[in-house]
């Protein structure tokens, strides 16, 4: 059991120490760009780039639309690491693959995890294209990151989740949102493992539940980021309705086309949101 430990330390030592021959920066923040979303990258003065393929124990992307590359670089002259691309549960990636990358921010230094997703909206007036600010998650992945011998390097047995999601960063993106008149809403982000989208019935059940989107990825990395003391803030892209919500058959195609529609807007909300931290 503690041999499990050791190998998780001795992982991210290894990855770290690849990418310290690469950089030396000491990134804050740390930014997850989801599917689609991979524009915000032109707004930064990028300084070092590294694909996935490169680093130690980081797994390449297997969906087409989704690129692997850690990013380091400046904006507004503040130093951030960018994770252009992540691992999801439903690839087959195990649990510890898909929070490795969050952990690696971590261990570079970066305090404040923005997480960005692509999700299926079922809120009240939600119309694919807008934003949602997760303000708290349910985890329906059947599964935890953090199961298994704790890593008491990392951060507790039994970490706290009651604001999961910073309570001031909620209020800073609401700020710059409602600035930039894009159209927002606020509420709880359901994850799910996947790969298939939901059923109408597993939509109204997350409805009731309290939900206002659902997606495949963030939960983990938000729980890896609570647990070793990040603070995380997180936001929704709803590129499309949930399905039942409307009677359109749901597509990845779909997904990645709403996502690129928004990326102006998604990039310039991420620029300024970075620079009131
Ligand atoms: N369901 C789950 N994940 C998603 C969706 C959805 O409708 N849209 C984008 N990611």
Redesign the pocket.
Known sequence: KLRESKLVLNKLQESMTYIRTKTSAKPKIGVVLGSGLGAFVKEVEVETTIPYKDIPHFSPPTVEGHSGNLIFGKINGQSIAILQGRNHYYEGHSMESVVFPTRTLAMLGVETLILT????GFGENMQAGDFMVIEDHINLMGTNPLMGPNIKELGPRFPDMTEAYDKRLIQIMEDVLMKQGTRYHKGVYCG?S?PT??TPSEVRYLKLIGGKA???STVPETIAANHLGLRVAALSCI??L??GISSQK?SHNE?TETAKQVEMQFSSFLREFIAHI
């Open positions: 997703n692509s999700a299926g799910v996947g989208y939901e659902v997606g495949m590129t499309n949930a399905a749901l997904v």
